[in-house]
């Protein structure tokens, strides 16, 4: 695919951009499209009826619009016509937006089309919500860089779009439902957004409702988090995604690029179980752009075959504040955090603002687990790691007291909440380390953090096998990522 070639719009964007307040930006996720990436976009439909009508929700200064339109005059029937309603609140934008159409206007009359416009200066939600309210969808295509901000549980935005069915916590997904919900049946939405809402429990309401009514196209992910909106220093994980309003599930397209120029664009065609998986009621949309290899063979068993359970890590320690120890003594139980895990060592007690034990009372014991062998990874990586998923092995024989408290930000791998035979843990253990695992965590989740939900829904070796792993790992103190790896992978066959 040849590198998209940027066009005037994108200088007024950079000008606007100069203008805009970077707090507010930032508040707002007011990040505009550069062109390369909405001329991309707009190359994801398919169809230009004579009558075409354009939802552009939160606008900018209209590069999306832009590209549209460009697309639109070299694609659709002599004399076809082109309406566009937008979207945009930042007076700023406002100015920009209303000069540059009416040269784009001008310039499709030239191409022989005609195309009209029309600039709401009011809030999308609001406003859209209120015309869902009198009638049918208007619009054959909607194309959208929506913003990024949370929306507060009781909010006035939150109430609206409840009303309608669509819940969610953040303006990029309510401004794709709404888009969604004003594009008639056959029509094509494409859109920006971050990759966040394809997994984890927040967004499950939004994907129910979402799957729905459409199915995916085309789903393009840039394997770089900093460079589709590097002038604006976003490192957000974007897709764009290509949605068929009351489509059928056919195969879908998934394409990577490194960076916006799409120099090094690569696709392939994937089931539609692939992305959307019938039976799951997570509803996780998955984008597996990583292959795995041989070791995709062994991805057979949910947890709930394995009789194993995960679960956050029960102790929120502000709740036991007044039970704290800074160092373990009689009557306590270890208080077990991510920092006592670090670079492959496990270390208890360390010296730390946190505490290291825990009082055993009546109100901290309900909080504690039995002593045994437990699999835990960390919720949340540090920065100097690389993998998101990142395990250890908690051994009793190193931790010789009655109960352990796992603290919030640690996943705990259990069996009817206690621990886990040692080879079994060791084994998990081992399966979670290796790269088949991450690449199979990373091909659904667009989180940098690792939730309970999101290991419940992944797929691990069978029972004997994560035995086997754990015999390998008993004697095998000391390992590095290749030697993991290539054990992992060499056990495909077996």
Request: hydrophobic share 40%; proline share 6%; net charge neutral.
């Amino acid at each position: 695919m040849r590198p998209f070639s940027q066009r005037p719009i994108d200088g007024l964007r950079r000008e606007a951009n100069l203008q805009l307040d970077p707090v507010r930006r930032a508040e707002f996720g007011q990040f505009m499209t550069p062109t390369a990436i909405a001329d991309f976009m707009a190359s994801l439909f398919t169809r230009f009826p004579v009558h075409t009508r354009l939802l552009d929700p939160g606008a900018g200064v209209g590069s999306l619009s832009d590209a549209f339109a460009t697309r639109f005059c070299a694609q659709a029937p002599a004399g076809s016509s082109l309406d566009i309603e937008f979207y945009e609140i930042e007076p700023i934008l406002l100015q920009y937006l209303s000069s540059h159409l009416q040269t784009l206007a001008a310039q499709a009359e030239s191409q022989g089309h005609k195309l009209k416009y029309s600039i709401h200066k009011q809030d999308f939600i609001a406003e859209a919500s209120f015309v869902l309210g009198f009638g049918e969808p208007r619009f054959t295509h909607a194309i959208l860089n929506p913003p990024y901000k949370k929306i507060g549980a009781s909010s006035e935005h939150r109430m609206l779009l409840r009303s309608l069915g669509i819940e969610t916590v953040n303006l990029y997904t309510a401004f794709l439902g709404l888009a969604v919900a004003h594009v008639e049946d056959g029509g094509e939405i494409v859109a920006i957004v971050p990759r966040s809402f394809c997994n984890g429990t927040y967004y499950r309401p939004f994907r129910r409702w979402l799957l729905k009514r459409v199915a995916f196209r085309h789903i393009h992910v840039f394997e770089s988090r900093k460079k589709a909106f590097e002038e604006d220093d976003v490192l957000q994980e974007n897709i764009i995604v290509h949605l068929h309003r009351g489509g059928v599930p056919k195969a879908v397209t998934v394409s990577t690029s490194h960076d916006p120029s799409f120099s090094d664009y690569q696709e392939q065609a994937l089931q539609y179980s692939e992305i959307v998986d019938p039976l799951d009621p997570q509803c996780f949309i998955r984008i597996p752009t990583l292959a795995i290899k041989g070791a995709s063979e062994l991805l057979t068993h949910a947890l709930d075959d394995l009789g194993l359970t995960i679960s956050t890590g029960p102790v929120v320690d502000f709740r036991v504040r007044e039970f704290w120890l800074s160092e373990p003594r009689a009557a306590c139980a270890p208080m077990l955090y991510a920092h006592h895990f670090k670079g492959g060592c496990f270390t208890w007690p360390k010296k730390h603002k946190k505490p290291n034990a825990v009082r055993l009372t009546d109100e901290t014991r309900k909080w504690l687990m039995p002593r045994g062998c437990y699999t835990i990874t960390k919720r949340f990586s540090a920065k100097e790691e690389k993998r998101r998923l990142v395990a250890y092995v908690v051994d009793p024989a190193l931790l010789p007291y009655d109960l352990y408290g796992f603290e919030n930000h640690l996943n705990v791998f259990h069996q009817a909440k206690r621990g886990l035979a040692p080879d079994l843990a060791r084994g998990l253990a081992l399966f979670l380390n290796s790269t088949a695992a991450e690449r199979s965590f990373r091909n659904f989740s667009g989180h940098t953090q690792v939730n309970a939900t999101d290991l419940r829904s992944m797929r691990y070796p069978n029972r004997s096998l994560l035995m086997k792993f754990g015999e390998w790992a008993r004697s095998h103190e000391h390992v590095d990522q290749d030697m993991i790896d290539n054990y992992i992978d060499s056990q495909h066959g077996e």
